[in-house]
């Protein structure tokens, strides 16, 4: 294998396909764990997305490390996921009229909450560090219980940090119905940590 310029990892340090299942599995597979909710379906997209790098391994130059690209090839994969299950999700007849719940809860345009409807602190916040992976714990609990698409975008919104644009693009939704989502699935959020969590 030759050497990247200085700005590029250099492929001396890939170690190839025969390592990826003991080096990235189990980091591939928590990925998508956290995403789409279902062992199954994660497992299944790791092989893909093991099978797909296969296949592309000639294209793939080395500027970014292994496991980058390979996460970008499972993301790219749990989007597929997303957007067939987006695709029911919007042909819900409640959808429509549920996008005009926001006109109730958020600010037109800001899409910030209104005063009477934001969120109060639950007055409990601490900073103690095993409190916070006893959060966690509920918190990834209470997502499990969220409708596959609302994870989708929530996940994509909170986990990825991906622009509205991009997630409406990607899975194929209106803002409005983006909104509703997330919406939703905040306050179902926030009920569910409400009943296990304080």
Known sequence: MQSQNSNNISLDNITGPRTWVALHADYLYKYALTRINDQELARDLVQETFLAALERLQKFEGKSTERT??????KNKIIDVYRKKASAFVKEPGLTSAEHETD????????????????QEFGIEQTDHLESKEF?????????????????????????????????????????????????????????????WI
């Open 69 to 74: 690209w390979l996460t970008a090839i499972i």
């Open 104 to 119: 109730d809860f958020f600010e037109p345009d800001a899409h910030n909450w209104k005063p009477n409807h934001r969120p």
């Open 136 to 196: 966690e714990l509920i918190l990834q609990r209470c997502l499990k219980r969220l409708p596959s698409l609302w994870l989708s975008v929530f996940t994509m919104k909170h986990l990825d940090d991906e622009p509205t644009d991009t997630i409406c693009g990607d899975l194929r939704i209106t803002p409005a119905n983006f909104w509703v989502i997330i919406h939703r699935a905040k306050l179902s959020l926030r009920e569910c940590l409400q009943k296990n």
